[in-house]
């Protein structure tokens, strides 16, 4: 069978079972989201073995140790899809609720109701949680899912979506509702993308490179999420103990997620204290500082920052550092070389506070917390689809919500117009 019919056969299987389970109830769709949750714990075992493989070719290549981090799963991670199912399970279901609510001056009665958005298909890369999450919001929220893995990760996804299945579709949830392509042709991507009919919309999850593929060449409806050039600036009012603290979590606790850090500006009245207290506790986390002229003539050993540095997501243990004059240069700065995903300010000052959230171009503005608190499970979805950087039809983390639509019901006794 070729490609293009083992794609479309996938898409018209979810097709079908998303008019089931538009009407599933949810009992039926939690009980299914704890089997499948207790399924990936009882069956680990098959899972790191499937990874184990994964990791074994990733290393021949030679890949960078941030993306190996992004492919690894061990008990732990295995843990925590499973917790993300139960969690999701938890979660007051969208589908039904009421938005709106009017009865006319003609007696028709109007209502806005969540409804499931239908098929969703979610494209990713090195990820293998991403296929437990999303299967599992999408599942709750009434969608059936095609998912596209990366190559990298095929035999861990395989054999998470396999125990998946088995789990919902003993459980209750209509057979087709959770599509994999387990094959690693690129050619699957673009077919996907002009699935025209049967999928919904498309999320892409990865680097820069990979949602810009889909972005410019889907003809199906697409939500882009996250490449995430995030930054923390250190405002002349701030507390530097807490503002090391934040910088150190935001960079150096997972750096190859979408949420770490990748440029700290620094306030010029505080950078000639904070910059050698921070250089310190970077390099003791073989952390590589690379700065601006100014970061140069105080830390001698950095290295020097280049205009590409401003606009690039690491992934890795590297971050670039700028001084600014004041709070507009910082905000200047920020909107012209973020990619709308996740900024914070750390201040004593309420009114630059509040000036650096509103003026700020970006899904998710902090004040005096890390960046990495993006992140569905921190904003209690249970888990997240992705992390919407545009601003229709949904921005930040894409909870349950995020993956209903509304539709129209409207109730008469017979009016014509």
């Not at 680990?44 to 994964?54: C, F, G, T, Y």
């Not at 035999?155 to 087709?176: C, F, H």
């Not at 243990?317 to 300010?345: F, M, Q, W």
Request: a negative charge; proline letters at 3%; charged letters at 25%.
């Amino acid at each position: 069978m070729e490609l293009q019919e083992i794609m479309l056969e996938k898409a018209k299987a979810a097709k079908n079972a998303s008019y089931k389970l538009n009407t599933l109830s949810t009992q039926v769709k939690n009980k299914a989201l704890l089997a499948m949750a207790d399924i990936l714990e009882h069956r680990k075992s098959v899972i790191l073995e499937a990874n184990a493989q994964d990791l074994e070719d990733a290393k021949k290549r030679n890949v960078k140790r941030s993306y190996l981090d992004r492919l690894m799963l061990d008990e732990n991670r295995i843990s925590g899809m499973a917790d993300g199912l139960r969690q999701t399970a938890s979660l007051p279901d969208p589908v039904g609720e009421v938005d709106y609510s009017a009865i006319r001056p003609n007696g028709l009665e109007i209502r806005s109701v969540r409804v499931p958005l239908g098929v969703v298909g979610i494209i990713y890369e090195a990820r293998p949680n991403v296929t437990s999450d999303a299967a599992g919001l999408c599942l709750k929220a009434g969608n059936a899912v095609l998912l596209r893995g990366g190559s990298d990760s095929i035999r861990s996804n395989k054999a998470i979506v396999q125990l998946l299945q088995d789990a919902a579709y003993n459980t209750g949830i209509p057979e087709g509702a959770i599509q994999f392509v387990d094959v690693t042709d690129r050619e699957a991507v673009n077919i996907m993308t002009h699935l025209d009919g049967y999928l919904d919309v498309i999320i892409p999850r990865g680097g820069a490179g990979l949602i810009k593929a889909v972005v410019g060449n889907s003809s199906v409806p697409v939500i882009e999420t996250g490449t995430g050039v995030c930054h923390t600036y250190v405002d002349a009012s701030a507390d530097l103990n807490m503002a090391l603290e934040i910088a150190e979590n935001a960079k150096v606790s997972r750096p190859s997620v979408c949420n770490a850090m990748e440029t700290l500006l620094l306030h010029e009245s505080v950078a000639e204290y904070f910059l050698p207290m921070l250089t310190v506790a970077m390099m003791d986390k073989n952390c590589e500082l690379r700065g601006c002229e100014k970061c140069l003539a105080i830390v001698p050993t950095m290295k020097p920052a280049t205009e590409e540095d401003w606009s690039t997501e690491y992934g890795d243990l590297i971050l670039s550092i700028k001084v600014v004059r004041d709070i507009d240069e910082a905000i200047e700065h920020i909107n012209k070389y973020n990619t709308g995903h996740s900024e914070t300010i750390v201040t004593e000052s309420l009114a630059n506070a509040h000036a650096f959230q509103w003026r700020v171009n970006a899904a998710a503005v902090y004040v005096n917390a890390s960046t990495r608190f993006s992140d569905g499970g921190e904003f209690g979805f249970g888990a997240e689809i992705g992390i919407s950087t545009q601003k229709l039809h949904a921005r930040g983390p894409m909870g349950l919500r995020a993956l209903t639509t509304n539709k129209y019901m409207i109730y008469g006794e017979g009016q014509i117009r």
